[in-house]
Structures are given as structure tokens and as C-alpha cells.
């Protein structure tokens, strides 16, 4: 596609239940990230994918957050037990590869509202 | 631990009225310093990496600079249409991830 696409755009929950969300990046973009943004912040980084294996995951907050991008592809986000404070933006991004002074490129973002 | 700290908060210029926004860093190894740009319920559009002290790019009426120890982001003569929050970014050596100061919001009055 011509950009990073995240599915869905909006997606409102109840506390403690479990939600997807899913990441599809630019063509031949072998990296993959995924930060979250809050209200008046900046993003933060949560983890990074070269390839299919999780490069980095040190910015995930617990163990109810988990990615997978078992094709190299596409990637998904999963969040259990979901909590009013996972509320956020969840961004995106992808590049040609990873570090080397690569761009990266964002997506629309899925905005996360926990009930 | 990396950091970027940016200033002011927000910025209301008056059109044509040119100006500048910080963004101060403290990284272990730099490998680039990037520009975005964000609109209200948008993702971050790229704007410019910067990877050593000096070094100057352009775009239209943007022009980002950037030293050792903090990078501007001068905008010339701006538009009501360059009203968006523009955020910095550095991302060191050792890493790949991005490391995003809070952003800057700008508003150009017509």
C-alpha cells in the first residue's frame, strides 16, 4: 500500500476485556514499530520488530501487552485485561530496515478508549 | 537515559510573523535527530532527520538546524495551514527506537 494502515481507527472496550489491534505496514518495510501516545505527549516507544522476531520489547509496561508479526508483515497488538489507563493513541510505523538511519514512517493510529 | 526536551509548549504567531522552536537533547551516541509534523487525530508526517552538528535542511518555509546539543526548527513567513503540533525525535547508536519530546503546538492566525 502507499502508506503504514491501522485497523480499527477507533475502538471502544470495557475494562478487563482483551483487544487487537493491527498494524500493516509500507511494502517492503522489514521493521516495524509500535508507540503509544497520550493526551498532550509525545509518542512512547513500546516495541520494535525486525523482521519476525521482537528486536526490542523494553518499552511494553507489563506482561498484558504482547506483538506478534508472524509473516514479517503485518503485526498485532494485543492487550488483556485492558485498564482505563491503556486509553491512548497507538501508533505505527515502519522502515526499510531498522536503526541505519532509516525514516520512519507512521501510521493513522488506533485511538484506544477503555470504559 | 535519552531525552528531549521541547520549547515553548505552544506557539501562537501571527501570519508572515517568522519564529523558532527549540528542541534541546541529551542522547548516548547520536545517530539522527527527526522532525515531524502531527495534525489533530493524525499520525506523525516526516519533516527532516538531521545526523551531525551543523547541518541544515529545507522544506518550503521550514528550515531545521541542529548542534550538539539541541536542534531548531525556524519557520519563515508561516501560514495559517502550518498550524499542526511538531514534534523532535532523536534516536541513538546503540538503538533503533525513537525517543519523542512532548511537541510543540503552533497556531498561525490569518
Known amino acids: 500500500g502507499a502508506g503504514v494502515s491501522q485497523t480499527p481507527s477507533n475502538k471502544v472496550t470495557e475494562k478487563g476485556k482483551y483487544v487487537e489491534l493491527r498494524c500493516d505496514p509500507i511494502?517492503?518495510?522489514?521493521?516495524l514499530y509500535w508507540y503509544r501516545q497520550s493526551l498532550g505527549q509525545g509518542p512512547e516507544f513500546l516495541i520494535y520488530?525486525?523482521?519476525?522476531?521482537?528486536?526490542?520489547d523494553s518499552g511494553l509496561p507489563n506482561d498484558r501487552f504482547f506483538a506478534v508479526r508472524p509473516e514479517g508483515s503485518v503485526s498485532t497488538l494485543k492487550i488483556q485485561r485492558t485498564e482505563r489507563g491503556d486509553s491512548a493513541v497507538y501508533l505505527c510505523?515502519?522502515?526499510?530496515?531498522?536503526?541505519?538511519?532509516?525514516?520512519?514512517?507512521f501510521g493513522p493510529g488506533t485511538r484506544l478508549l477503555v470504559l | 537515559e535519552d531525552q528531549v526536551t521541547q520549547s515553548p509548549e505552544a506557539l501562537r504567531l501571527q501570519e508572515g510573523e517568522s519564529s523558532s522552536l527549540n528542541c534541546s537533547y541529551t542522547?548516548?551516541?547520536?545517530?539522527?535527530l527527526f522532525w515531524y509534523r502531527q495534525d489533530p487525530g493524525k499520525g506523525p508526517e516526516f519533516l527532516f532527520t538531521l545526523y551531525s552538528a551543523g547541518e541544515e535542511k529545507e522544506k518550503e518555509r521550514l528550515k531545521a538546524t541542529l548542534t550538539k546539543k539541541e536542534s531548531f526548527l525556524h519557520i519563515t513567513a508561516p501560514k495559517p495551514e502550518d498550524s499542526a503540533t511538531y514534534l523532535c525525535a532523536v534516536q541513538a547508536r546503540a538503538n533503533s527506537k525513537l525517543t519523542f519530546g512532548k511537541g510543540i503546538t503552533l497556531s498561525v492566525r490569518p
Open positions: 511494502s517492503g518495510h522489514t521493521a
Open positions: 510505523a515502519s522502515s526499510l530496515m531498522a536503526g541505519h538511519q532509516e525514516t520512519q514512517y
Open positions: 520488530f525486525q523482521g519476525t522476531g521482537a528486536a526490542d
Open positions: 542522547v548516548s551516541g547520536l545517530r539522527g
